[in-house]
């Protein structure tokens, strides 16, 4: 089945710790892009990446770094740099000539 | 800077009853606007997605309208059924490349 895989479901961050979540998609989508979602607010775009090794910063990219080494992957690091970094982490992709992104299921990250 | 609301922040209806969910936007130069829907801990799924030349997008049961010169649109379930209750959010593309614009969402509830 095509689609997108964030993993993992959950995870735990210490203080201090840089922590990477997975985004991988086969639907052989050019874009894809980072959101955070907070309770109560919309999503908010932290990267996005049009083409592989190549990146850009969206709206609350501090604390997060990114890289695109494969077209299929898109791994986003929170380092210990973001200091409030709970929230639900939600990866999707879309075609270049299409206007439909497709989401992941998302992670939710959590600080111990 | 383009802001999307949606108000109200939840509502309960019974089973039935047609909903109607709000979706008002700041800047009337759209390139599309989408509606999703968010289960609980879950991704998003594009429900519609309405060209900036359109006024409207149906789908079953699902009808979404946009007024670009009043910046709303306006999302409409018929006969709402307890497998509706979700959290229904909308977005605008406000470019060409994909950069979405996230309302904070609805949160419905539909009451057997």
């Known amino acids: 089945d095509g689609g997108i895989t964030q993993s993992p479901k959950y995870l735990f961050r210490k203080e201090g710790q840089n922590v990477t979540l997975s985004c991988e998609q086969n639907?052989?989508?050019?874009?894809m892009y980072w959101y955070r979602q907070d309770p109560g607010q919309g999503l908010r775009l932290i990267y996005y990446?049009?083409?592989?090794?190549?990146?850009q910063k969206g709206d609350i990219a501090e604390g997060y770094s990114v890289s695109r080494e494969k077209k299929e992957s898109f791994p986003l690091t929170v380092t210990s740099a973001q200091k409030n970094p709970t929230a639900f982490y939600l990866c999707?992709?879309?075609?270049?000539?299409?206007?439909?992104?497709?989401f992941g299921a998302g992670t939710r990250l959590s600080v111990l | 800077k383009q802001e999307v609301t949606q108000i109200p922040a939840a509502l309960s209806v019974p089973e039935g009853e047609n909903l109607v969910l709000n979706c008002s936007f700041t800047?009337?130069?759209?390139?599309?606007l989408q509606w999703f829907r968010q289960d609980p801990g879950k991704g998003l799924t594009s429900l519609l997605l309405?060209?900036?030349?359109?006024r409207e997008q149906t789908s079953g049961r699902l009808n979404a309208s946009l007024d670009k010169s009043s910046g709303r649109s306006t999302l409409y379930i018929a006969a709402s059924q307890p497998g509706d209750s979700a959290t229904y959010l909308c977005?605008?593309?406000?470019?060409?490349?994909?950069?979405?614009?996230f309302g904070a969402g609805t949160q419905v509830v539909v009451t057997p």
């Open positions: 309405i060209q900036s030349s359109q």
């Open positions: 800047d009337s130069a759209i390139y599309n």
């Open positions: 977005a605008d593309k406000t470019d060409s490349w994909g950069k979405l614009q």
């Open positions: 999707a992709s879309s075609r270049r000539d299409e206007n439909i992104q497709y």
């Open positions: 990446s049009q083409i592989v090794n190549d990146f």
């Open positions: 639907l052989n989508h050019d874009a």
